[in-house]
């Protein structure tokens, strides 16, 4: 089973430890494709005052967050952590990695891949600095991220994913940046999170950000902790039903979870 995440805006401060090697990174095909985002960035966010206060408006970011500008500009002598260690926010707070048991730690090595407007994708042990950059940003000299990496990624995921379950758990910005096709797709499984309220005798249900990431943190959280392989998106649902979750019949939109409370 390949698990595919969203990152999270916010993200740890790097710590100690070496700086990046891209070579070292998952997906190795990736390493063109990454140096040329990476280069780009820092060079945006290099520079005096004016340069700065550009590469902030161009990357989205609000007065507060003006020194995410200057993180960007040293990325290639930063130290480096484990991208699990990096990502942070409600998802990740519920998936728990520091957590796991060993068993799961190693399961997670190998099925979690972390979508990133900056590196494609990335696996959990992936060391990397912290950096700041969204997957709607549009940049000078690559333009768009989620079309700058639908190639690079198109020819690279589908060996990775093998023959299994894709579970994907992405945000829309970062599913823009690659769609299962064909033989995959029938094997891909998205999941929304529905939070169920009963107003005046009448069940409603909508979807809440909180409650939607913190689900799916815990739904891979359970998966990893289980051992649990399904390998079609029926197998996910029965397999979630078994571990307690309220789960609607897989549809062509996808799976839907019924939560009533956090």
Known sequence: MLVLLPPSEGKSAGGRGKPLDLTALSL???????????????????GDEDDREKAREVLGLSEGLRGEVGKNAALRT??????GEIYTGVLYDALGLAT??????????RSLLVFSAL?????????????????GVKLPGTGALGTYWR?????????????GLVLDLRSSAY??????????????????VLQSKTVNGVE????VSHFNKATK??????????????RTPAALAATLRDLGYAVEEPSATGLDVIVTEL
């Open 175 to 192: 599913a823009a940046m690659w769609k299962p096709k064909g033989e995959l797709a029938k094997r891909t499984a998205t999941v929304r």
């Open 204 to 207: 409603k249900r909508s979807v």
């Open 100 to 109: 796991l048991s060993p068993a799961a730690k190693r399961r997670a090595a």
């Open 78 to 83: 930063a130290p480096a952590r484990p991208a």
């Open 119 to 135: 590196w494609g994708a990335v696996g959990i042990k992936d060391r990397i600095p912290s950096y700041r950059l969204s997957g």
């Open 217 to 230: 943190g815990r739904i891979v959280r359970t998966l990893l902790e289980e051992g649990a392989a399904p």
């Open 151 to 163: 190639g690079h990624l198109d020819a690279a995921l589908p060996e990775a994913a093998g023959g």
């Open 28 to 46: 190795p095909e990736l390493g063109a494709a990454r140096a040329t985002v990476l280069d780009e960035l820092v060079a945006l966010c290099s």
